[in-house]
C-alpha cells in the first residue's frame, strides 16, 4: 500500500509498504477514505522528537471496514468508522474510569500509559496516513458512523472527531466553561478553533482568541469569537478591556512548548504565564497543547530538561485552577457526533486544502511553515 513514511526531520515521503494485516482476534482492518495532517505531526516532521524514520504518520483517521478479527462482535465489515487517535483497551483501570488517553495496556513501556497511531512515543502502532490502517481493540475504538459518512463532503466533519474537535471541546471541559462564562483561548490553530467552537456551543457569552496569524483570527471571527492579534496590541490590555479590568472566568492554552512570538523565537512558558495574567483570581484554566519531559533540541535551555519559567506565584496568588493532559476521545466523541449529525456543529469550516495522498510532503510542509490559507488539510488516499 501506499504510505506517508518518516525520513527525518522535515523529510517525509509517499512510499510502497507492506499492507496490515489482522495481528489480534480483536483487529479491523480500515481502507482509509480521509486522514489529517495534525499540529502535532509537525513536533515529529520538525525532528523535535525520538520518531523512528521508516515510520507510518497520521493519527487522525476515518475510512470503511474491510476485514474484522475472530473476536471483533460489534464492528462488521462496510461499517465506516472514525478512528479516536489514543488506542485504547476499553478494560484497564484507567479506560473503565474514561481516561482512554492513558491506558494501561496498549503502550510497551512501562513508563508510559497511553498510545495512538503514528506518534513517538506513544507505542509501536503505524499511521493512518496510509490506504490500510490496522486498528486493536476495535469494537471498543471504533466510532461506527451514519451511511451518509460515505459522503465526501460529510467525512470532512466527521473526520475532526479522531482528535481536534474533542481536544478543544476537552480544553473547555478542563477549563470548567459554563454559559455566560468569558474564555480567552490561546492559539487560532486547529485546537484553538475547536475550543472556540465548544465554548461557542456551551453557550460563553465572550469568546475571546489570541495569536498572531491574520488567516486563522480571521477564522475565529466568522464562528463569533473576538479576534486579538498579539503582534499589534497588548493582549492583557485587551482582555482586560474585554472584561472590565477582571480577567477571563475560563483560559484555554492551545499552543503547546513551541509557542513563539512574532518574531519566530520560542518561548515554551509564554501562553501558560500569559494566561496566569489574564485568567481572573479564582479563575480556571485547561492546557490541551502539547508539554513534551525532555526536548533536546529545544532553543530554550530549561526546556530541554521539560521544564518551564512558570508564574506560580501570581497563579497561586490568584488562587487559580490549571488541568492539563491529553483527550480522552471516547469520552467526548459520540455526543459530538450526534451535535455533526444535527447539523449544531460543523467542525470543517477550519479545512483549507484536501490533497491526495501523493501530495503529503507539499501539505506538510506548507502546514508546518504556517503559510496563510494553510489552516487544515486533509488528505484522501483513494484520490
Not at 24 to 50: A, K, W
Not at 137 to 162: G, S, T
Not at 278 to 289: N, P, R
Amino acid at each position: 500500500m501506499k504510505a506517508v513514511v518518516y525520513e527525518g526531520p522535515r523529510s517525509v515521503a509517499v512510499k510502497d509498504v507492506p499492507d496490515p494485516r489482522i495481528e489480534h482476534p480483536q483487529d479491523v482492518l480500515v481502507r482509509i477514505t480521509t486522514t489529517n495532517i495534525c499540529g502535532s505531526d509537525l513536533h515529529m516532521f520538525e525532528g523535535r522528537t525520538d520518531m523512528e524514520t521508516g515510520r507510518i504518520l497520521g493519527h487522525e483517521n476515518l475510512g470503511e471496514v474491510v476485514e474484522v478479527g475472530a473476536g471483533v462482535d460489534k464492528v462488521r465489515v462496510g461499517d465506516m468508522v472514525c478512528l479516536p487517535f489514543n488506542i485504547s483497551c476499553g478494560h484497564c483501570a484507567n479506560c473503565e474510569h474514561g481516561l482512554t488517553a492513558f491506558c494501561l495496556r496498549t503502550n510497551p513501556d512501562p513508563d508510559m500509559a497511553g498510545a495512538a497511531y503514528g506518534f513517538a512515543g506513544m507505542g509501536p502502532y503505524n499511521g493512518g496516513q496510509a490506504e490500510m490502517l490496522r486498528v486493536p481493540f476495535a469494537d471498543f475504538n471504533c466510532l461506527v458512523l451514519p451511511e451518509n459518512a460515505r459522503d465526501r463532503d460529510r467525512q470532512r466533519d466527521y473526520v475532526m472527531l479522531a482528535d481536534i474537535f474533542p481536544t478543544g471541546w476537552h480544553a473547555t471541559q478542563l477549563a470548567c466553561v459554563q454559559p455566560g462564562d468569558s474564555v480567552v483561548i490561546y492559539g487560532a490553530g486547529p485546537v484553538g478553533q475547536m475550543a472556540a467552537l465548544s465554548a461557542t456551543i456551551k453557550n460563553a457569552a465572550k469568546i475571546m482568541v489570541v495569536d498572531h496569524h491574520q488567516d486563522r483570527l480571521e477564522l475565529a471571527a466568522k464562528i463569533g469569537a473576538i479576534p486579538i492579534d498579539a503582534a499589534k496590541e497588548s493582549v492583557v490590555d485587551r482582555v482586560m478591556e474585554e472584561t472590565d479590568g477582571l480577567g477571563a472566568d475560563r483560559g484555554c492554552e492551545c499552543v503547546g512548548y513551541q509557542a513563539h512570538d512574532p518574531s519566530g523565537r520560542e518561548h515554551p512558558e509564554m501562553t501558560v504565564n500569559a494566561l496566569v495574567q489574564t485568567v481572573k483570581f479564582a479563575g480556571t484554566i485547561g492546557v490541551v497543547g502539547v508539554y513534551t519531559p525532555e526536548d533536546p533540541g529545544s532553543p530554550d535551555q530549561l526546556y530541554k530538561q521539560g521544564k518551564v519559567a512558570f508564574d506560580y506565584g501570581t497563579f497561586w496568588t490568584k488562587g487559580q485552577t490549571m488541568a492539563t493532559g491529553q483527550c480522552n476521545v471516547k469520552t467526548y466523541d459520540r455526543p459530538l457526533l450526534n451535535l455533526i449529525m444535527q447539523d449544531k456543529a460543523r467542525p470543517s469550516y477550519i479545512v483549507s486544502h484536501e490533497l491526495p495522498l501523493h501530495r503529503a510532503p507539499e501539505g506538510y510542509e506548507h502546514f508546518d511553515k504556517r503559510e496563510r490559507g494553510w489552516t487544515k488539510v486533509i488528505m484522501h488516499p483513494d484520490l
